[in-house]
């Protein structure tokens, strides 16, 4: 019998039958820009709110599935038009209009940069994220977009998303794979102008794999997303980008050849040519060699160290990342496997090229970290809260050794949150009535949310209060929805209609199921929290969401946790777990609960952000004083639990910091939410939301946060590649070339004698006079900078918050002998002490401590 061969399978794409007057709705559905305007978010539900949810707010799919009777009844609604036509108007302004970059860079025209991302979290009907990171580099491209930053995003097109979450009968996660379809979201394949589709090749060891690439709107960001499921590459290959976080290491290093490699190709196949990188995290740290495989093939006479010189200039790492077990690392042979046939592109050897990963290069068995690699091609390092720029000094010290863990050049941006994607409707309305347009025009002017004081305690409250109504609503609803799916009893589904109370204090948790994160610290002490449960002259209610890596047991076992202790018949109404965290579930809750609960293992929490997206919307943060809340907490924003303290037995600490979370729920929240005036107004409760919103809400937004990686990094970086580049990378390879000499001679330098002034014993105000007296063969005394390291001396015998004070070449001593005198001036009385050290002083070193390069006397 014959074989019958599968049947040829032709693709046509329908398109929506818009009538005219309703034709600029297209054009706003394929922009994310309507995400954070909620008139325009009201456009789309407007035309039938039914089918909005169904299609899980995804206008595209909207226009496509609604009938052509309720578009036709649109179109002749002269109240619809209206709307519409002022929606268009301000999406065209947005488009239009200089923002904050261009009226205080005007000439940097030339400024470009390229934002790298494993995963973007722009809104959960693209669901390209899974939390946090995606979350953040979402806002960071909308933020982009308000100022008029010039900026790309570059990411993955997941087909499969991140996981979807439900939970069996005993409360276990299972995971689910719903592919998305692409031709009914936002976004859209690229062509050359004759039609063909925009695709790009890279090489892994057994085949090519061709990347084709598609575009999403965010505003005036472009966000360029590659996709490997196409018919010419092989199965296994269009898996590539078919989950986020899928697979082990073998899929990892793959997806990261295609982000980081495949990026940049795609980049040069659409006639881009970003000025500056940058690496959100180290997953996309191979751009960074391929940019200078890119530069070498351009200019063979190049050397590695040359090409690193220009690229590393305008190379930009954030590390999210706190602990180094949260770094990917790829075992030595797997990179060889596939990178053997592109190292000699780079003009290195196998063992050179491993080397650029080890934290120890002398360590052949050391695993390639993706984080180091980024860091040792990048001259510019940033963590992304001030605690965690401590932590990643002290992490990553190895890296430059002899130079002080204060001194390590990682700096930090903290993190932030897009205001206008995360506030409150109602919220918003409110701050319309009281602040005018300033609040969104410039969401970093303090002033603008000083006006926050002049809100009502009344209306302020009453908006607050329609957040939580409308939580509690769609709670019951979800709730509901869940036990069915999950086969629960009749009563218990009737019994999800009466979970919480809409006047009771609500408190949500919500985040990433992760150990450190101690989801269930809460429930440490299961018969103090059932007293606060039971209270019902002062009733509380928990809402809990969050997923847990498919891979983390001990995650999995903490929702389970949650989940069996809500089913008590005693507190289930007050206790509730909601499936599937994603951002619509996090906007519900930030902006319907009256406390952010956050109960981190400090110091790994890196930042955090969700608890900005509360504070935002009035809502109290109660959280261990770890990430952002280090900087953002005072007495009159929220609640600390514990001081900071970092304990060695993580046993020990959990007990002690769940008991201070009781203390402060018993004490002082409960009390202070129920203390009410004779109108039944919470009234001090209604100042803390007004400080928290006044003093918060200026500072940790994504605004700030460009803004400043914009004058921080961007476009220090972009004038860094623009000197070194002029003349075919003239000053570039100069550099390269002398930093080579510095090692060549660097063991050779010896400081000989240090002399100082007086007897040892000074008075304030006086000033010591030090002389070094160095050897210097072959070397030019104006080549190196010698600096003194002065301070108060601690009981430990180290010097504390140290002075560097430089040295100037006084004269020449002998043959390669020079004299290098300073002045330590006594500002303070008590034992004070200093020392010398010798670093490179080329003028064009993006910072003094090139690794290996220090002399300490």
Same mark, same amino acid.
Request: charged share 25%; aromatic share 10%.
């Given at each position: 019998?014959?074989?019958?061969?599968?049947?040829?399978?032709?693709?046509?794409?329908?398109?929506?039958?818009?009538?005219?007057?309703?034709?600029?709705?297209?054009?706003?559905?394929?922009?994310?820009?309507?995400?954070?305007?909620?008139?325009?978010?009201?456009?789309?539900?407007?035309?039938?709110?039914?089918?909005?949810?169904?299609?899980?707010?995804?206008?595209?799919?909207?226009?496509?599935?609604?009938?052509?009777?309720?578009?036709?009844?649109?179109?002749?609604?002269?109240?619809?038009?209206?709307?519409?036509?002022?929606?268009?108007?301000?999406?065209?302004?947005?488009?239009?209009?200089?923002?904050?970059?261009?009226?205080?860079?005007?000439?940097?025209?030339?400024?470009?940069?390229?934002?790298?991302?494993?995963?973007?979290?722009?809104?959960?009907?693209?669901?390209?994220?899974?939390?946090?990171?995606?979350?953040?580099?979402? $806002?960071?491209?909308?933020?982009?977009?308000?100022?008029?930053?010039?900026?790309?995003?570059?990411?993955?097109?997941?087909?499969?998303?991140?996981?979807?979450?439900?939970?069996?009968?005993?409360?276990?996660?299972?995971?689910?794979?719903?592919?998305?379809?692409?031709?009914?979201?936002?976004?859209?394949?690229?062509?050359?102008?004759?039609?063909?589709?925009?695709?790009?090749?890279?090489?892994?060891?057994?085949?090519?794999?061709?990347?084709?690439?598609?575009?999403?709107?965010?505003?005036?960001?472009?966000?360029?997303?590659?996709?490997?499921?196409?018919?010419?590459?092989?199965?296994?290959?269009?898996?590539?980008?078919?989950?986020?976080?899928?697979?082990?290491?073998?899929?990892?290093?793959?997806?990261?050849?295609?982000?980081?490699?495949?990026?940049?190709?795609?980049?040069?196949?659409?006639?881009?040519?970003?000025?500056?990188?940058?690496?959100?995290?180290?997953?996309?740290?191979?751009?960074?060699?391929?940019?200078?495989?890119?530069?070498?093939?351009?200019?063979?006479?190049?050397?590695?160290?040359?090409?690193?010189?220009?690229?590393?200039?305008?190379?930009?790492?954030?590390?999210?990342?706190?602990?180094?077990?949260?770094?990917?690392?790829?075992?030595?042979?797997?990179?060889?496997?596939?990178?053997?046939?592109?190292?000699?592109?780079?003009?290195?050897?196998?063992?050179?090229?491993?080397?650029?990963?080890?934290?120890?290069?002398?360590?052949?068995?050391?695993?390639?970290?993706?984080?180091?690699?980024?860091?040792?091609?990048?001259?510019?390092?940033?963590?992304?809260?001030?605690?965690?720029?401590?932590?990643?000094?002290?992490?990553?010290?190895?890296?430059?050794?002899?130079?002080?863990?204060?001194?390590?050049?990682?700096?930090?941006?903290?993190?932030?949150?897009?205001?206008?994607?995360?506030?409150?409707?109602?919220?918003?309305?409110?701050?319309?009535?009281?602040?005018?347009?300033?609040?969104?025009?410039?969401?970093?002017?303090?002033?603008?949310?000083?006006?926050?004081?002049?809100?009502?305690?009344?209306?302020?409250?009453?908006?607050?209060?329609?957040?939580?109504?409308?939580?509690?609503?769609?709670?019951?609803?979800?709730?509901?929805?869940?036990?069915?799916?999950?086969?629960?009893?009749?009563?218990?589904?009737?019994?999800?209609?009466?979970?919480?109370?809409?006047?009771?204090?609500?408190?949500?948790?919500?985040?990433?199921?992760?150990?450190?994160?101690?989801?269930?610290?809460?429930?440490?002490?299961?018969?103090?929290?059932?007293?606060?449960?039971?209270?019902?002259?002062?009733?509380?209610?928990?809402?809990?969401?969050?997923?847990?890596?498919?891979?983390?047991?001990?995650?999995?076992?903490?929702?389970?946790?949650?989940?069996?202790?809500?089913?008590?018949?005693?507190?289930?109404?007050?206790?509730?777990?909601?499936?599937?965290?994603?951002?619509?579930?996090?906007?519900?809750?930030?902006?319907?609960?009256?406390?952010?609960?956050?109960?981190?293992?400090?110091?790994?929490?890196?930042?955090?952000?969700?608890?900005?997206?509360?504070?935002?919307?009035?809502?109290?943060?109660?959280?261990?004083? $770890?990430?952002?809340?280090?900087?953002?907490?005072?007495?009159?924003?929220?609640?600390?639990?514990?001081?900071?303290?970092?304990?060695?037995?993580?046993?020990?600490?959990?007990?002690?910091?769940?008991?201070?979370?009781?203390?402060?729920?018993?004490?002082?929240?409960?009390?202070?939410?129920?203390?009410?005036?004779?109108?039944?107004?919470?009234?001090?409760?209604?100042?803390?939301?007004?400080?928290?919103?006044?003093?918060?809400?200026?500072?940790?937004?994504?605004?700030?946060?460009?803004?400043?990686?914009?004058?921080?990094?961007?476009?220090?970086?972009?004038?860094?590649?623009?000197?070194?580049?002029?003349?075919?990378?003239?000053?570039?390879?100069?550099?390269?070339?002398?930093? $080579?000499?510095?090692?060549?001679?660097?063991?050779?330098?010896?400081?000989?004698?240090?002399?100082?002034?007086?007897?040892?014993?000074?008075?304030?105000?006086?000033?010591?006079?030090?002389?070094?007296?160095?050897?210097?063969?072959?070397?030019?005394?104006?080549?190196?900078?010698?600096?003194?390291?002065?301070?108060?001396?601690?009981?430990?015998?180290?010097?504390?918050?140290?002075?560097?004070?430089?040295?100037?070449?006084?004269?020449?001593?002998?043959?390669?002998?020079?004299?290098?005198?300073?002045?330590?001036?006594?500002?303070?009385?008590?034992?004070?002490?200093?020392?010398?050290?010798?670093?490179?002083?080329?003028?064009?070193?993006?910072?003094?401590?090139?690794?290996?390069?220090?002399?300490?006397?």
């Amino acid at each position: 019998m014959a074989q019958i061969s599968p049947p040829t399978i032709r693709t046509f794409q329908v398109f929506p039958d818009i009538p005219q007057p309703l034709t600029p709705l297209l054009e706003l559905a394929r922009n994310l820009w309507w995400v954070w305007h909620p008139d325009a978010v009201e456009l789309f539900r407007r035309l039938d709110r039914k089918l909005w949810d169904e299609v899980h707010h995804n206008p595209v799919k909207l226009l496509g599935s609604i009938s052509q009777a309720k578009l036709a009844a649109a179109a002749e609604d002269d109240g619809y038009i209206a709307h519409l036509k002022r929606v268009y108007a301000a999406f065209k302004l947005h488009l239009e209009e200089h923002g904050w970059f261009h009226k205080n860079h005007p000439d940097k025209k030339k400024l470009l940069v390229a934002y790298f991302s494993a995963e973007f979290g722009l809104h959960e009907s693209l669901p390209i994220y899974s939390g946090g990171l995606g979350v953040l580099a979402g $806002d960071h491209l909308k933020s982009a977009s308000e100022i008029g930053l010039p900026l790309v995003g570059v990411g993955l097109l997941y087909r499969n998303g991140y996981f979807q979450q439900y939970l069996s009968a005993d409360g276990w996660q299972q995971e689910s794979y719903p592919e998305l379809d692409f031709y009914n979201l936002p976004i859209e394949p690229l062509r050359y102008t004759d039609g063909t589709p925009v695709q790009v090749r890279v090489d892994l060891p057994e085949n090519a794999v061709y990347c084709k690439v598609w575009r999403a709107n965010v505003g005036r960001v472009p966000l360029y997303l590659l996709d490997t499921n196409l018919t010419e590459n092989a199965p296994a290959d269009r898996d590539i980008t078919a989950r986020l976080y899928g697979g082990g290491s073998e899929m990892r290093i793959k997806q990261e050849i295609v982000l980081g490699i495949g990026g940049v190709r795609a980049l040069e196949a659409l006639g881009i040519s970003p000025t500056v990188f940058h690496m959100n995290e180290g997953h996309s740290a191979f751009l960074a060699l391929e940019r200078i495989r890119v530069l070498i093939e351009a200019n063979n006479a190049l050397t590695f160290d040359e090409a690193r010189q220009q690229v590393m200039a305008t190379n930009i790492f954030t590390t999210h990342t706190p602990v180094p077990a949260g770094i990917d690392f790829f075992s030595p042979e797997l990179m060889l496997k596939y990178f053997r046939s592109y190292i000699p592109s780079l003009k290195l050897d196998e063992e050179g090229f491993l080397a650029l990963g080890r934290e120890d290069v002398a360590n052949k068995k050391q695993g390639f970290s993706m984080a180091v690699l980024a860091i040792r091609l990048a001259d510019h390092h940033n963590a992304v809260s001030k605690l965690h720029g401590e932590v990643s000094r002290k992490m990553w010290h190895n890296l430059w050794p002899g130079v002080p863990v204060s001194e390590i050049p990682i700096d930090h941006v903290t993190n932030g949150i897009h205001t206008r994607t995360w506030l409150s409707p109602d919220i918003s309305y409110v701050l319309d009535r009281y602040l005018g347009d300033a609040w969104m025009s410039d969401p970093t002017d303090h002033s603008v949310w000083e006006g926050v004081n002049s809100i009502p305690d009344e209306e302020l409250w009453r908006a607050h209060e329609r957040g939580r109504e409308r939580l509690v609503g769609w709670v019951r609803q979800t709730l509901k929805e869940q036990l069915i799916r999950r086969g629960a009893s009749y009563e218990e589904v009737q019994l999800a209609e009466e979970v919480l109370d809409p006047e009771a204090l609500t408190i949500g948790f919500a985040r990433r199921f992760a150990t450190y994160k101690r989801g269930a610290l809460l429930l440490r002490d299961p018969a103090r929290l059932r007293k606060l449960l039971e209270d019902t002259k002062r009733p509380i209610q928990f809402v809990f969401s969050g997923k847990a890596h498919p891979a983390d047991h001990e995650g999995k076992e903490l929702i389970k946790a949650i989940v069996n202790f809500a089913r008590d018949p005693a507190i289930r109404r007050r206790f509730v777990f909601i499936e599937n965290y994603d951002m619509n579930v996090a906007r519900y809750l930030v902006q319907g609960v009256d406390v952010w609960l956050n109960t981190p293992r400090r110091p790994y929490e890196a930042s955090g952000t969700s608890g900005m997206k509360a504070a935002v919307n009035g809502v109290l943060n109660c959280s261990i004083l $770890d990430g952002w809340w280090v900087e953002a907490y005072s007495p009159d924003v929220g609640w600390a639990i514990g001081h900071g303290e970092i304990y060695p037995d993580a046993g020990y600490q959990d007990h002690v910091e769940s008991q201070a979370l009781y203390d402060i729920l018993e004490k002082q929240i409960v009390p202070l939410f129920y203390d009410r005036s004779v109108d039944n107004f919470p009234r001090e409760w209604i100042a803390r939301m007004k400080n928290s919103m006044r003093k918060l809400a200026p500072v940790f937004n994504t605004n700030r946060m460009v803004r400043e990686y914009a004058e921080k990094f961007y476009i220090p970086a972009y004038l860094r590649g623009q000197a070194l580049g002029q003349e075919n990378l003239r000053r570039a390879i100069e550099l390269a070339r002398a930093k $080579d000499r510095y090692r060549a001679k660097w063991d050779s330098i010896k400081v000989v004698g240090v002399h100082t002034s007086g007897n040892g014993h000074y008075k304030v105000g006086d000033k010591v006079q030090v002389e070094a007296l160095l050897d210097l063969p072959d070397l030019d005394p104006r080549e190196i900078a010698v600096q003194l390291y002065a301070g108060r001396i601690t009981p430990s015998g180290e010097i504390d918050e140290p002075q560097v004070l430089p040295m100037q070449h006084s004269r020449q001593m002998g043959a390669n002998r020079h004299l290098f005198t300073g002045t330590i001036e006594c500002r303070t009385s008590g034992r004070q002490g200093f020392a010398v050290r010798v670093v490179p002083g080329h003028p064009d070193m993006a910072t003094p401590f090139e690794p290996g390069l220090i002399l300490w006397n």
